[in-house]
């Protein structure tokens, strides 16, 4: 069995069976043409059989020489896609980015930031996972996590995006039609016993037993929706409360509830490309978000 000592001999089969010259081949890979004469030769005898004919002054390659010709083209062929790919064409970020939020982040701040990313990176492909609980970044439940918290954890990657500020709204029907006199007064709608202990609950319990509130849900979207339908007032996050033009602030913010958003990965994950853009287009675009929505 003959062995190719370079697989560039392959190369030059194809490159003198394309140019039909042994000169056009040697332009083609940057040598002279005694080196082509000489590789060809000597690549004649190593294999042990004629690989070209020439005739009226162009090499034509025999049926052996076609043969070597088309594994030289697809070797050609496999170099260029390489380059192109160095070159960056497809060297952009690409894969899977697993983004875990809340219900109030996702519905209010996240839609354009993603539509931002898609255009920029679109061969980045983007999970949202909506969990108004905490996910272990540690076990890899999400790449990405933007949480609000007061203490983010110490063995994360953290960028403080803004304060989350809360406000009481209700629908601007139900506001019309119901003219109490304070806010114990008036229907409520407010977290559910799986968020116990939310400031959002510790405030409202001030002047309002939980046991007299009409309608609990477990999270802010929900409670948003009951209230544009005019099921009661809510305390809600400034970003989700504002971005309904159905519902009216009542009062001003409550200091008490306010807490920092965080924008969270895991140290492992940060110099991994496809993470490290996305976390970085994150911070820049819900900052720019919180603060035309700080309240």
Known sequence: MHKLEDLNDLRLVFLIAETGSLSGAARRLGVNHATVFRRVANLE????????????????????????????????????????????QDLRPRGAVRISTTDSIALALLPPV????????????????VDNFAVNLSKRDADIAIRPTS???????????????????????????????SLAEHD???????????????????????????????????LRQACVDGLGLALLPVVLGDSSSALARVGA??????????????????????????????QVELAKAMARGAG
């Not at 559910?192 to 999270?219: A, Y």
Request: glycine share 8%; with cysteine; hydrophobic share 45%.
């Open 45 to 88: 005898q190593r294999v042990a059989v004629k690989l070209f004919e020439r005739t009226a002054g162009r090499y034509h390659a025999t049926t052996a020489g076609a043969e070597l010709a088309r594994a030289g083209a697809a070797i050609d062929e496999a170099a260029n896609e390489a380059l192109l790919r160095v070159a960056g």
């Open 114 to 129: 993603i539509a931002l990313c898609r255009a920029q990176y679109p061969q980045i492909t983007l999970s949202v996972e």
């Open 151 to 181: 203490r983010p954890p110490e063995n994360l990657i953290g960028k403080h995006i803004g304060t989350v500020a809360f406000c009481v709204y209700g629908a601007k029907a139900y506001l019309k039609k119901k003219r109490a006199g």
């Open 188 to 222: 409520w709608l407010a977290l559910d016993e799986s968020q116990s202990g939310h400031r959002t609950l510790r405030w409202l319990e001030k002047f309002k037993p939980l046991s007299e509130v009409g309608l609990r849900m477990n999270s802010f979207g929900c």
């Open 253 to 282: 913010l409550e200091p008490e509830c306010a807490t920092d958003l965080w924008l969270l990965t895991h140290p492992d994950l940060r110099d991994t490309v496809r993470i490290k853009v996305v976390f970085q287009l994150l």
